[in-house]
């Protein structure tokens, strides 16, 4: 039985900010109040910090398969780095192939994980078909799995694409079994014949990458994928949007009152296409799909976060390497790997540039980036929030630590940073996990393997009750 009691910090939920101690035992909040005393519980000071809730980072490919390549971190680096980063809880995607039973599919990835994660971590499923064997399978994916969110691609022609009709009776199903469905919105189809146009003109560089996904087809895709929710009556949740284009088709269909939401990631917060045109081939580096865009998308962006269009900032984490894996697209820039390093400093880029530049309050910077994702994935209020009862995943967090990010001080595997040379302001000092210490002053003290696997509960349903409805909206 471990006891502790966090002393003197400044709590910081999606609603409030106020002084108080939490008591945490055996991994549990069990009390918050003031001059909290407990015999024989640690004390841990956390004055002139805030006491954030751990964040939940909805969107990491860890240990993926992916153009030809693997991505660099794994379970064990990537979950490392996103302790260090304040990130105490992760949905990573589990990805299938045609014909390949669910299950397998699922067990493959828990052998991926168990063992190495060192926070709790749950998956998506990534839907490619939809037939009998599917439809037999997915009520045993959502009861025993816990796995209550579900990933179509739009994009990614040949590879990981699935057609409108899959998409469609995606919908329809996770409608029946409370589940959420997810998009990569680009339209995959017409990428795929610019892509071939512009390598036909010797057009071989990383920025042809950004011009051949131009946002047009992602507020196609966007608007159609919208379309298809409205008339399956269902529930969506777009990944990394990066544009107005996208956000206008959101905005639109959450005035008319659709269950539509969105998440939008910190690379298309504060980087911009010029980071393609680097010289050396380093704007490779800058590869993602969609792509970075022109630079004034980040304002609508940040608008669109600020006044609730956006809900959520995912990572995309999916890291490849500079040397022998990025530079496979060297000649060829649809043979980039796709994905970037971002699972560490998700957190405390969204802190400095959101918060510290006043684009968003503190209490909207921790519904973005933990409450709002452990709402929508089933994960609310066990993640995601400072309460009683809540599991004691916590950041003990100094707002006012200026430092610099690099590939020399990251703690990820991948040889190189997207942020390379960033100011940010504000850095997690301690971080626990279940109450127990994983980063201590900035150093890793948790236990390789010690992350547990999360079943999730239904969409729109809470631990306690299954029937009753989360305040999503709230
Ligand atoms: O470029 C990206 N985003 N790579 C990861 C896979 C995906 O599309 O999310
Ligand atoms: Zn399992
Ligand atoms: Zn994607
Ligand atoms: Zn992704």
């Known amino acids: 039985m471990t006891v ?30 003031l001059q909290l005393e407990e015999d024989g519980a640690e004390v841990v000071d956390a004055s002139g910090h805030y006491v954030f809730p751990g964040g939940v980072d909805p969107h990491t490919h860890l240990d993926m398969p992916f153009g030809g390549t693997v991505t660099i971190d794994d379970f064990e680096s990537g979950t490392i780095a996103a302790a260090y980063g304040g990130t105490t809880t992760i949905v990573d995607f589990c990805l299938t192939t045609k014909g390949e ?52 691609f739009m994009a990614y022609k040949n590879v990981l694409q699935a057609d409108d009709g ?14 959420l469905v997810m998009v990569h919105a680009e339209n995959g189809d017409v990428i795929d014949y610019l892509v071939k146009q512009a390598l036909e003109q010797n057009q071989t560089d990383p920025i042809y990458h950004a011009l051949t996904r131009p946002p047009e087809l992602e507020g196609e895709a966007t608007g159609r994928a919208v379309r298809l929710t409205a008339l399956a009556d269902s529930q969506l949740y777009v990944v990394h949007v990066t544009c ?22 910190p690379q298309y917060l504060v980087l911009d296409q010029t980071d393609l045109e680097r010289p050396n081939f380093e704007g490779a580096k800058y590869v993602w799909s969609p792509p970075l865009r022109e630079a004034w998308n980040q304002e609508v962006l940040w608008n669109a976060l600020k006044n609730g269009q956006l809900q959520t900032v995912g990572s995309d984490q999916c890291s490849f390497n500079f040397k022998g894996q990025k530079e496979l697209g060297r000649g060829d820039f649809s043979k980039i790997p796709n994905g970037g390093p971002i699972i560490e400093d998700r957190f405390s880029l969204l802190f400095s540039e959101g918060v510290r530049k006043n684009r968003i309050t503190i209490n909207q910077f921790v519904d973005i980036i933990s409450t709002r994702s452990s709402k929508l994935f089933g994960l609310f ?69 010690s992350g547990r696997y999360i079943k999730r509960n239904k969409y729109g349903t809470t631990d306690n009750d299954h029937a009753a409805k989360v305040m999503i909206n709230s």
Not at 253 to 259: P, T
Not at 412 to 420: G, H, I, L, R, T
């Open 381 to 449: 209020p066990r993640k995601g929030t400072i309460a009683v009862g809540s599991d004691a995943d916590i950041v003990l967090f100094d707002p006012n630590v200026e430092r610099v990010l690099s590939a020399e001080t990251h703690h990820m595997k991948v040889d190189y940073s997207a942020f390379e040379g960033m100011k940010v302001t504000g850095e997690p000092v301690s971080v626990l996990s279940r109450g127990e210490f994983i980063i201590r002053n900035k150093q890793f003290v948790g236990t390789v393997g």
């Open 166 to 179: 899959t998409l469609y009776r995606t919908l329809l199903t996770a409608k029946e079994l409370g589940a």
């Open 101 to 152: 039973p669910l299950q397998s599919a699922l067990d493959t990835w828990h052998a991926k994980a168990e063992g190495k994660a060192v926070i709790d971590y749950g998956f998506h499923l990534m839907i490619s078909e939809i037939n009998d064997e599917v439809l037999a399978e997915l009520p045993a994916v959502i009861d025993n799995e816990g796995v209550t969110s579900f990933k179509v």
């Open 244 to 265: 107005a284009a996208a956000v206008e088709q959101i905005a639109e269909a959450r005035n008319q009152g659709l269950e539509i939401w969105g998440e939008t990631c």
């Open 4 to 33: 502790k009691l966090i002393r003197g910090g400044t709590i910081v939920t999606a609603t409030d900010t106020y002084q108080a101690d939490i008591l945490i035992r055996d991994g549990i909040i069990e009390a918050i109040g």
